[in-house]
């Protein structure tokens, strides 16, 4: 089973620079975009390649946010928001269930801009909270993929130094973290690949993607047992689709 989680910075200008040409050759059972940037009339045939079924969940604002899921197969249901009417009206959760596992497509919101939007993120993150609870516990294999916009550890972003007092990287977002894998959930990445930095986003500042000056914020996290069938990863960096570069974890795990 081959997962791929990929924060697209609009799906619009991410299918301009061949995210859905890469996408045809990589055989992926379960695709999960974030920051669509779109709306549902905004999109076009060359946003649902063919093999796939594909579900949305999009921000009201224009231009903003929104997730999706693509699917080779159809999933049994469809589950779109968290029930949180603020938190849902910016497109940030979309679960598919096909038998007894989930996927969702998650896009945790940045805290970069304002105070104020780093007040909504930890509000995101303590109302988040009893869902992880609700899915870790209900016996489901679960993978959780997205940009969670937090960098866990000093491993993982390059400048971790001069990030300790700025979003993304503040203690309580990675005390938050620590708390949530530590709880029963397993981030694949660095379970797979303990020494690999594994930077799937860059700043457009400067030369940091020439220089490699990234972080890991996009994860797949899982509930444990789906989480040992985990065989490999991969970051893919040979196009440039958008200011983050997808995740593909391939699983030993029949999905049909």
């Known amino acids: ?29 379960v695709v999960g975009v974030q920051e669509l940037k779109a709306q549902a009339a905004d999109l076009k ?3 649902t390649p063919a093999q796939f079924h594909a579900y949305f969940h999009y921000a009201e604002k224009k231009g903003y946010s929104g997730v999706g ?28 269930r096909f ?29 988040f909270w009893p ?17 969670w916009n937090i960098a866990h550890n000093e491993i993982d972003l ?27 959930w397993v981030d694949t990445w660095r379970t797979l690949y303990p020494t690999i930095p594994g930077y799937t986003w860059w700043s457009n500042r400067g030369q940091a993607y020439a220089k490699d000056v990234g972080w890991r914020i996009d994860y797949q996290i899982a509930t444990p047992a789906l989480a040992a069938t985990a065989q490999a990863a991969s970051i893919y960096k040979d196009e440039k689709f958008s200011d983050h570069a997808p995740l593909i974890v391939d699983y030993d795990y029949p999905l049909a």
Request: net charge negative; with cysteine; charged share 25%.
């Open 1 to 29: 089973m081959r997962i791929i989680s990929a924060n697209l910075n609009g799906i619009r200008s991410a299918t301009t620079k061949g995210f859905f040409n890469w996408l045809s050759s990589q055989n992926a059972d």
């Open 45 to 47: 045939p060359e946003h």
């Open 69 to 96: 899921l693509y699917c080779r197969h159809e999933p049994d249901e469809v589950i779109t928001g968290l029930g949180i009417a603020d938190i849902d009206a910016e497109g940030r959760y979309l679960e598919v």
């Open 99 to 127: 038998g007894k596992l989930s996927i969702v497509s998650l896009y945790l919101p940045s805290g970069s801009s304002s105070e104020e939007r780093q007040d909504v993120k930890f509000s995101f993150l303590e109302r």
């Open 131 to 147: 869902r992880l609870n609700e899915l870790r516990e209900s016996g489901r294999d679960v993978i959780i993929m997205g940009d």
């Open 158 to 184: 390059k400048n971790w130094k001069g990030n300790l007092k700025n979003s993304g990287f503040l203690p309580e977002e990675r005390a938050w973290l620590t708390q949530l894998l530590s709880s029963g």
